[in-house]
């Protein structure tokens, strides 16, 4: 729940990373923040999400491309794996990682594209097999 002292970057930032990463990634990471990491959850939410996911320049999905891309560059596994999984909310395809994941290998070794690779595919196996066939 958002308190009504929360900013306007916040309320907006809050819409934004539900819009992205869906109501139970969000209700999750909600339930389990602490006095100790509240403070960097409202920056998370009010700086990634509330001003620069939450910007018109770029579409949600050319920016789930793009922060794809950076985090397997600086091997970020959980994040890449959460932000594959994003992918079914922000619109980019297989095919867009799949590119955005050769532009790492290039500019930022095979090493780390490798390992995000087997990342995206295993998400997105595990993203098929949950979707209900006939769907």
Excluded: C
Aim: a negative charge.
């Amino acid at each position: 729940m958002i308190d009504s002292s929360a900013s306007d970057r916040y309320r907006q930032g809050m819409a934004t990373r539900r819009a992205v990463l869906g109501d139970s990634h969000v209700n999750r990471a909600q339930s389990a923040t602490t006095e100790f990491d509240q403070p960097f959850q409202d920056l998370i939410t009010e700086a990634a999400w509330g001003h620069v996911w939450s910007r018109p320049a770029l579409t949600k999905r050319e920016r789930s491309i793009v922060t794809i891309a950076l985090l397997a560059a600086l091997g970020q596994d959980e994040e890449v794996a959460m932000h594959v999984r994003a992918t079914a909310n922000t619109g980019a395809t297989p095919e867009d990682i799949r590119e955005a994941l050769l532009h790492v290998a290039i500019y930022a070794g095979v090493p780390a594209a490798n390992h995000a690779i087997k990342i995206a595919k295993r998400v997105f196996a595990e993203m098929d097999a949950a979707t209900p066939k006939g769907e």
